[in-house]
C-alpha cells in the first residue's frame, strides 16, 4: 500500500491557516494582543421587543382562514350544544308543543338551550373588542413600547459619535478581559440603565459588523477599525432610561422603520439578517 504525504504546498497552506485561527477568539475572549492593537473590539445588543397581538390576516390568508371555516363546518361532528338542542326538539314534539310554549312541568323544571343561548347573546353584544391602535400609535411615539402590538420592535439609540450622534444598536468597547458577552451586558446597563430587565439570546454572537476608521480616527485611535459583534436579547419589562453623558435620544421601531434612522446600507444588511419577523 501506497502512502500519499502532503506535498510541501499543502503543508505551508495548513500551517498559515491554523496561525489565523490561532489569533481568532475563543469563548468570547481575544487570544492575541497583536488582533486586539489593530482592530477595537465592540459588542453592540439588538434589543427586541415580541409582538403582543397576532398580525392582522391578509387577503390571500384570510380567504384561505375561510377556506378552512368551511370545510371544518362541513366535516364536524354535532357538538355537545347542538345534541342537546336536538332533544330539546324531541320532547316538545311529544308533547305537541312548540319551544316558545311548553309549559309541561317537565319544562317548567327543566333549562332549555335556547334559554343558555339567549345568555350568550346579551354577552356577545355587550362585550366590546379593544382596539389594536393604542394612543403610542395615534401619536407615534416611537420611544413607547406599547405601539405596534402586533410587529416586533428593536432598539435604536442616537449615540454621541462625531458632532451630530449616529443612530446604531447600543454599542461599546471591550475593556481588559471581559468576553465579548459580557461587553454586550454592560453597554446595555451603561446606555439604557438598570431599570430594565432582559434575557439574552445565548452566549454567542448573530452577527458581525467589520468596519475600517477615517484616517483622522485612525490616527486618533491606533486600531485600523472596529469588529462589532452583535447579541441578540429580548426586554421582559420595564422601561429604557437612557443615560443622557452616552445617549442623545432612542426609539423603538420595527424593521421596516430602521431605513428611517440607519444611513449606512451595510449596516443596515447586517441587522436585517439578525431581525426575524414572526
Known sequence: M?????????????????????????CGRACSSESAQSWDLLSAVCLERVPKLSQSFDDTEQTYVNMLNVQELENSVLSDHEIRQNKDKEILKKQGQDEDQGQNK??????????DEDVWNDQLASFELSSRTTPADEANDRRSLQRKLDSKLILLVKQKFGQNGTWCLPQGRRNGEESMREVAERVLRETCGE????????????????????????????????????????????????????VDDYVWVTKAELADYLTNGRYKRRLDRCILEL
Open 2 to 26: 501506497r502512502l500519499l504525504l502532503p506535498s510541501k504546498y499543502m503543508l505551508n497552506c495548513l500551517s498559515q491557516q491554523l496561525s489565523k485561527q490561532g489569533r481568532g477568539f475563543h
Open 195 to 246: 431599570g430594565i430587565s432582559t434575557t439574552f439570546m445565548g452566549n454567542a454572537p448573530v452577527s458581525l459588523h467589520k468596519y475600517k476608521y477615517s484616517a483622522a480616527v485612525q490616527k486618533q485611535t491606533g486600531a485600523e477599525g472596529g469588529k462589532l459583534f452583535i447579541f441578540k436579547s429580548q426586554i421582559q419589562e420595564g422601561q429604557v432610561q437612557k443615560n443622557a453623558d452616552l
Open 106 to 115: 317537565e319544562f317548567a323544571l327543566r333549562r332549555l338551550a335556547k334559554d
